[in-house]
């Protein structure tokens, strides 16, 4: 597989470091990175699935809206971020790998770099306790 | 290609008699094609040397800047072609986010640092802003890349159809990565070291130093040995020695850490005017 550019390499070693859940995906909607805060609040391990697409990740994590109605792709904020190149927002249901289900809210941010040119969609999230 | 080390020190120049075998200039590094191309990358003070070896005898000239760190750029006043009105320099350098390369050199090749404008250079000068990306230059092909290092930094790997050189001075890929357990996509550089003939690498600290500098943007040579081993390299040079190693515990570090690693390639501490040529 081809190497990562410099901009993807560092902001996974950042997400490393974070107590809060990040993901990256790329121009096609592919998880191609998670830190530890996500697997643990989504319950799953990265290195065991490996990448997924977004067909995949939205149908295992089973994200739906308030109603409990399925979220199609196309909704979320990170398909927002991929169309327009700008910052997002959102807040859905999710079920975990472990069968829980929980209500996040969702901050997408395009990773542009020199020449604008678009790498990556940034993803953070937070779980809501009511 | 024929490679010449003119300055293999980081950080600071240093002379006397304490680094006399390996040499206090700072990094600059002669490529020469067989069809007369010459590149220079970086231009610390051994630039300075490598200028008069080639006054009078060249056209064009082509420099690669990795960055604009004072030990990358302090010779370029200093490299006579720049002042001979019928040579044609070319310098590439990162491409800035906020401003242009020219801008950036600027501060530098104007007073107070310095008595001559860039801009009033006799030389026919063509300031290149690059990134990620590939241009040929000669019978050169080169491959630019951003690396983990502060400030932006490039990487560079010259290939011919017989041979291929990776530079990367400055570089702390072990900043970003596990270098014995990430997949090589994560791995800041791979792409441009991948099974190159010959690696010029960073190697300017000891773990014990490292622990302290962690984030300064270099590597130990420890991490330069397990870098060139993932990327799968010929030959590694150790470079952009610390200026406080003196030849006799760079000698030490080096025979420790090869005893130690025992790795399946060759391995060179970069000095001064030590040459390379490869098909």
Redesign the interface.
Known sequence: MAQKKIELILFRQFANYLAMPAFLTDLNGQLIFCNEATEERLGFRFSETGEMTAQQWSVIFALQDHGGNPIDTNQLPFTTTLQQKSMAHGQFYLRTLKHAVKQVKVTTIPLLTERDEFLAVMTFFQEIFL | MKITLWGTRGSLACSGPETEKYGGNTSCVEVLGKDGTLLIIDAGTGIRRLGIAVENKIKQVHILLSHLHLDHIQGLGFFAPLYDATVEVHVYGP?Q?SHHLRKSLTKYLSPPLFPVLLSDLPCQLHLHAI??GEFTIGQFNIMS????HPGRTLGYRISTSTSSMAYLSDHEPA???SLTED??????G??LAKKVDLLIHDAQYTLHEYEERIGWGHSTIKDAIEFARRAKVKTLVTFHHDPAHQDNALDMLLAEIIAQAQPAFKIYAGYEGKTFQLP
Not at chain 2, 145 to 148: A, E, M, P, R
Not at chain 2, 183 to 188: G, P
Request: include cysteine.
């Open positions: 491409a986010t990134g990620n890349q951003f690396v983990c900043l970003a990565t997949d090589t996509q994560w791995l800041s791979y792409a």
